[in-house]
């Protein structure tokens, strides 16, 4: 459990980009979100006995009733730190997590503090981040219903994001008061379940952080199309019937936006040792959005020469494949998560330049050079 000094507030001005890029892409109250991620899973069941040991009831009642009443800095890392003894020591994996938290007001002032649960192995907090929330100790009728906040929690997000760009999803959780809100952030937006009520529920921050532990990776939003050989080491992309194609940690081109295509890419190669010659490329079309990927496969199947080289594609999910069972108010954008890898690795593999090559692309593939 680890702390760090108070964190900078973006300001009403810099929060106005992000406010027009959620616009129409934020959804409170989804119906049927706590039974889609918590009921039913292959952990429900572990977490429900751990809470009901006897050696941890005592633990777990306390922690339900601290809660409500956390005025300090001090006092929340202290429960955290408590929680993390509990519940850490569920199952070897569990080992590898750890909390930190950064409070985000003044001395003198009601606290409100981040929290992070990350990959202990890992030193930046948004690199290593599985899940991420926020503690205000004040009345959740103010603070829950205020824009700004929403903005700035929205923003913690994002930094997530900026930091695991070809990520699938991200938990939040936002605790105002007595009040528990849930998040979900994808490519297509933002979405919480109903407001919770932990004084008439006071175990469920504990469950629903117990959850967050014994999720797997892929469960928890990361991509797991990206294959770590072991611990900190190189990692990998694989399509069907083809190579492994090795990644290198740095990017060529990232986003720092949550809501659109979210193009990641890296650059690769078929060895771990061999100069890059691969870009791996990940990205969230909209349906209908198929130009790019048609124009390579056609240069692909005419043996084009001078334009990038189709090495493999492969879809992976679907905006619309994770919010599968809720219901929301009004339509939301489907997009859809897909791995390319091309040839050459070159600066005109950036997303800068793929204007060029498309025009390259339609016109060598175009009918007329059949």
Same mark, same amino acid.
């Given at each position: 459990m680890?702390?760090t $000094?108070?964190?900078?507030t973006?300001?009403?001005a810099a929060?106005?980009?992000?406010?027009?890029?959620?616009k129409?892409?934020?959804?409170r109250?989804?119906?049927? !979100?706590f039974?889609?991620? !918590?009921?039913?899973?292959?952990w429900?069941? +572990? @977490?429900?006995?751990?809470?009901?040991?006897?050696?941890?009831?005592e633990?777990?009642?306390?922690l339900?009733a601290?809660?409500?009443?956390?005025?300090h800095f001090?006092?929340?890392?202290e429960?955290?730190?408590?929680?993390?003894s509990? *519940?850490?020591?569920?199952?070897?994996?569990?080992f590898?997590?750890?909390?930190?938290?950064?409070?985000?007001?003044?001395?003198?002032?009601?606290?409100?503090?981040?929290?992070?649960l990350?990959?202990?192995?890992l030193?930046?907090?948004a690199?290593s981040?599985?899940v991420?929330?926020e503690?205000?100790? +004040?009345?959740?009728?103010?603070?829950?219903e205020?824009?700004?906040? /929403?903005?700035r929690?929205c923003?913690r997000?994002?930094?997530? !994001?900026?930091?695991?760009s070809? =990520?699938r999803?991200?938990?939040?959780f936002?605790?105002?008061?007595?009040?528990?809100?849930?998040?979900? *952030?994808?490519?297509?937006?933002?979405y919480?379940?109903?407001? *919770?009520?932990?004084?008439q529920? $006071?175990?469920?921050?504990?469950?629903?952080?117990a959850?967050?532990?014994m999720m =797997?990776?892929?469960?928890?939003?990361?991509?797991?199309?990206v294959?770590p050989?072991?611990p900190?080491?190189?990692?990998?992309v694989a399509?069907?019937?083809?190579?492994?194609?090795y990644?290198?940690p740095?990017l060529?081109?990232?986003?720092?936006?949550?809501?659109?295509?979210?193009?990641?890419?890296y650059?690769?190669?078929?060895?771990?040792?061999?100069?890059?010659? @691969?870009?791996?490329? !990940?990205?969230?079309r909209e349906?209908?959005?198929h130009?790019?990927?048609?124009?390579?496969?056609?240069?692909?199947?005419?043996?084009v020469?001078?334009?990038?080289r189709l090495?493999?594609?492969?879809?992976?999910?679907?905006?619309a494949d994770?919010r599968h069972?809720?219901q929301?108010?009004?339509? *939301?954008?489907?997009?859809?998560f897909?791995?390319?890898?091309?040839?050459?690795?070159?600066?005109?593999?950036? $997303?800068?330049?793929?204007?060029?090559?498309m025009?390259?692309l339609? /016109?060598a593939?175009?009918?007329?050079?059949?």
């Amino acid at each position: 459990m680890s702390s760090t $000094p108070l964190l900078d507030t973006p300001s009403e001005a810099a929060l106005q980009p992000l406010r027009d890029e959620l616009k129409g892409s934020v959804f409170r109250g989804v119906d049927g !979100f706590f039974a889609k991620y !918590f009921e039913g899973k292959s952990w429900s069941a +572990a @977490v429900q006995n751990k809470m009901q040991e006897t050696k941890s009831a005592e633990v777990v009642s306390k922690l339900s009733a601290d809660v409500l009443d956390l005025a300090h800095f001090d006092a929340l890392v202290e429960w955290l730190a408590a929680f993390q003894s509990l *519940f850490f020591a569920v199952d070897q994996a569990s080992f590898s997590f750890r909390f930190r938290s950064q409070p985000l007001s003044k001395p003198g002032c009601p606290l409100r503090a981040s929290i992070y649960l990350e990959t202990s192995d890992l030193q930046v907090v948004a690199g290593s981040t599985r899940v991420f929330g926020e503690y205000h100790h +004040a009345d959740a009728t103010v603070v829950a219903e205020d824009d700004s906040d /929403i903005l700035r929690f929205c923003e913690r997000a994002r930094q997530v !994001f900026k930091a695991q760009s070809a =990520r699938r999803f991200l938990y939040g959780f936002l605790i105002c008061g007595t009040t528990l809100e849930l998040w979900v *952030f994808d490519r297509s937006g933002a979405y919480s379940s109903e407001k *919770f009520d932990l004084a008439q529920r $006071p175990d469920l921050l504990v469950q629903t952080l117990a959850g967050y532990t014994m999720m =797997r990776d892929e469960e928890s939003g990361f991509n797991t199309f990206v294959k770590p050989l072991r611990p900190r080491s190189d990692s990998y992309v694989a399509f069907d019937q083809c190579d492994k194609l090795y990644l290198r940690p740095e990017l060529i081109a990232a986003p720092g936006y949550i809501v659109g295509l979210g193009t990641t890419c890296y650059a690769a190669s078929v060895s771990t040792t061999g100069e890059p010659d @691969v870009v791996i490329k !990940f990205s969230w079309r909209e349906d209908g959005a198929h130009a790019e990927l048609r124009l390579l496969e056609r240069a692909r199947e005419r043996n084009v020469w001078g334009v990038i080289r189709l090495l493999g594609d492969q879809d992976l999910v679907s905006i619309a494949d994770l919010r599968h069972g809720l219901q929301f108010p009004q339509p *939301f954008v489907n997009r859809t998560f897909s791995c390319v890898a091309t040839a050459p690795c070159a600066t005109s593999s950036r $997303p800068s330049d793929l204007s060029t090559w498309m025009q390259r692309l339609s /016109i060598a593939t175009s009918p007329l050079r059949t």
